[in-house]
């Protein structure tokens, strides 16, 4: 089966860190973009980062220099190292695999984990 | 304030055909292709549609999408009960070195 589950969510204080991790299993992990993506309770979704198959990286302006992305193919695991976190970072994190028909469609989600900031 | 627009409700009676509306500009719709994800409460997102109107395998034919210009739209037709959820657009933008951006979402309730 085809899944991705999420770990490593919690409470943190605004200036903290934490790190996500999603561990892939059912597929050629090493073969797919990996994204994640996040959702404040109540509101829609935000992409956070992805990373290519090379290890290329890509963020957006609300995350950049504070979020870093990485993969680990031989554990089949993609990670998420959160720093310099605020209370606009709280949210369900998912993350999600990038789809083979369209690159940037996300074709398999985890359950997400939970982010909390908060002092 | 999100970058692609959708309306925030929608609704419909069982058998219904209703459509949902996702306007962007030229830096992301207008270049790239569309992707719709459905979400039923309590549950992560599910891919709907991709490229435009390509249904992932198991998504039922009641499920389409198009797209003109600068703007998509997601149409399902046959309504269910178990078709309430939120439905998400998204799509790659172009500007700021790329990134994917998403529609508010559109929450469909069945009457």
Excluded at chain 1, 67 to 82: P, V
Excluded at chain 2, 24 to 33: A, F, K, V
Excluded at chain 2, 49 to 65: A, E, H, K, L, M
Aim: glycine share 14%.
């Amino acid at each position: 089966e085809v899944q991705l589950v999420e770990s490593g969510g919690g409470l943190v204080q605004p200036g903290g860190s934490l790190r996500l991790s999603c561990a892939a299993s059912g597929f050629t992990f090493s073969s797919y973009d990996m994204h994640w993506v996040r959702q404040a309770t109540g509101k829609g979704l935000e992409w956070v980062s992805a990373i290519g198959t090379a290890g290329d990286t890509y963020y957006p302006g609300s995350v950049k220099g504070r979020f870093t992305i990485s993969r680990e193919n031989a554990k089949n695991s993609l990670y998420l190292q959160m720093n310099s976190l605020r209370a606009g970072d709280t949210a369900v994190y998912y993350c999600a695999r990038g789809s083979s028909g369209d690159e940037h469609a996300f074709d398999i989600w985890g359950q997400g984990t939970m982010v909390t900031v908060s002092s | 304030q999100s970058v692609l627009t959708q309306p925030p409700s929608a609704s419909g009676t069982p058998g219904q055909r209703v459509t949902i509306s996702c306007s962007g500009s030229s830096s992301n719709i207008g270049s790239n292709t569309v992707n719709w994800y459905q979400q039923l409460p309590g549950t992560a997102p599910k891919l709907l549609i991709y490229s435009n109107n390509q249904r992932p395998s198991g998504v039922p034919d009641r499920f389409s999408g198009s797209k003109s210009g600068t703007s998509a739209s997601l149409a399902i037709s046959g309504l269910q009960s178990e078709d309430e959820a939120d439905y998400y657009c998204a799509a790659w933008d172009d500007s700021l070195n790329g990134h994917v951006v998403f529609g508010g979402g559109t929450k469909l309730t069945v009457l």
